[in-house]
């Protein structure tokens, strides 16, 4: 399957507002990131795992907290991680 990248000037003017990431992500310099995250919970949990579908494959997170049934409905942690580090869940 061919993909195309599609420009800015062949959107609709609503299209181009909801498409303001077009041409901003880069696969090789996402790749080249590390990124820090303080704290993997309800936001933290959520970043990273969005930044890792975007290609970044380098963290640096610090949570000292463990994955409790609590944090299963409100934090993108599965019931197998259930009393891992956050950190090593994510």
Do not use: C, W
């Not at 290609?55 to 000292?64: I, K, M, Q």
């Amino acid at each position: 399957m061919e993909t195309k990248l599609i420009s800015e000037d062949a959107l609709t003017p609503f299209a181009q507002r909801r498409a303001r990431h077009l041409g901003l992500v880069n696969p090789e310099k996402v790749q080249n990131l590390n990124v820090t995250l303080i704290g993997v919970g309800a936001i933290g949990s959520f970043a990273a795992s969005q930044l890792a579908r975007m290609g970044v494959t380098r963290f640096t997170l610090y949570d000292a907290d463990t994955v409790d049934t609590v944090n299963i409905g409100v934090q993108d942690f599965q019931l197998a991680d259930l009393t891992l580090p956050k950190v090593s869940a994510m």
